[in-house]
């Protein structure tokens, strides 16, 4: 017969396996995304001699750089429990603007009208939103629309050009052993991990989406907080223009086509939740990681890139289904 000691121990080592198999549960794709991510790393360095060297790695590196600074903007607005389908022809207009103002004007001037224009976007999503109260799918579906025809009306549907030498160079140079667009997406990225986990802003954040009525008594302005996030969104976009415009040395009224897709799949692969309130902008950056590695990894295998757009949805629907389960886990609890 058991000892009440002998019981008490039994007890507890079942409840310790109890919570943590509910943490493995509730973490999945957190802890089985770099897992994965390595596994792409192995699996793509036996498949091609050319994926292990460090030239590839810096093209990894400066081709996620952009969706990098893209995704974690994105991870603002679905914390809030929202979403910004404009991001992509957020870029192109961006990139239109910076390009017009930095010919005429010079090289700084183009990059603030962009920031600027970015920003300008997101309060606009976020006034929509909140002050007519009409859902953020079909504001920021219909966004993406404006801000595409206005792309392409100011561009005349063609590439801007006659961009200083200057800012071109940029995106293929090197500050301490780093491509800057890569210096430029670490800078966002800790900027947005700060916010999120010490101010009070990242706190009033996460509270609207985990329960916006609770945020609402609590005293959160929760219109005020939601058109800030889409504001940071905006603002977040206008650096991905940047780094992309850079690389092509021309505004482009067409870029960013696939940002929409691909940074919502970054953001969902790195464990934010779709209901909001939950959520870390470095697991986002696994995401990030998962879908450059493998595109660059299918890229050398010569797989097209239709094939690999079906490859991320797959994934995505994958992720959301592991996110709703989890929803409905902690409903019936």
Same mark, same amino acid.
């Given at each position: 017969m058991q000892s009440y000691g002998e019981r008490l121990h039994v007890f507890d080592r079942e409840e310790w396996k109890a919570g943590f198999g509910r943490i493995v549960r509730e973490r999945a794709m957190e802890i089985a995304l770099p897992v994965v991510t390595l596994g792409l790393v192995i699996v793509f360095s036996l498949l091609s001699d050319v994926f292990l060297t460090g030239s590839n790695f810096r093209n990894i590196g400066i081709a996620a750089a952009a969706l990098a600074a893209?995704? #974690? &903007?994105?991870? #603002?607005?679905?914390?809030?429990?929202?979403?910004? +389908?404009?991001? &992509?022809?957020?870029?192109? +207009?961006?990139?239109?603007? +910076?390009?017009?103002?930095?010919?005429e004007f010079g090289l700084v001037p183009g990059i603030v009208a962009g920031l600027l224009c970015g920003a300008v976007v997101g309060i606009v999503? &976020? +006034?929509?939103?909140?002050?007519?109260?009409?859902?953020?799918?079909?504001?920021t579906l219909a966004m993406l629309s404006v801000t595409a025809g206005l792309a392409l009306n100011l561009a005349g549907g063609v590439p801007i050009l006659g961009l200083p030498p200057a800012f071109g160079r940029v995106a293929y140079q090197y500050w301490l052993g780093l491509p800057i667009p890569v210096l430029v997406a670490g800078v966002t990225l800790v900027i947005a991990e700060l916010t999120l986990r010490y101010t009070r802003l990242g706190r009033h954040i996460c509270a609207v989406g985990g329960n916006e009525e609770a945020a609402r008594l609590s005293g959160i302005h929760v219109e005020r907080v939601r058109v800030i996030a889409y504001a940071i969104c905006g603002v977040t976009a206008a650096i991905g223009a940047i780094i992309l415009t850079a690389r092509v040395s021309s505004g482009q009224p067409t870029l960013g086509a696939t940002l929409p897709l691909e940074s919502i799949a970054a953001v969902v692969l790195g464990g934010v939740s779709l209901a909001g309130g939950r959520g870390s902008i470095v697991n986002v950056a696994f995401g990030v990681a998962f879908i450059s590695i493998l595109a660059n990894g299918l890229n050398l295998l010569n797989i097209s890139s239709y094939t690999q757009m079906m490859i991320i949805g797959l994934s995505l629907i994958a992720a959301v289904a592991l996110d709703q389960a989890n929803i409905r886990r902690k409903q019936g609890h």
């Open positions: 893209v995704a #974690f &903007g994105q991870t #603002f607005v679905i914390l809030t429990a929202g979403l910004d +389908l404009s991001v &992509g022809s957020t870029v192109a +207009l961006v990139s239109v603007v +910076l390009a017009f103002v930095m010919r999503n &976020g +006034l929509i939103i909140t002050r007519f109260r009409i859902s953020a799918f079909i504001t």
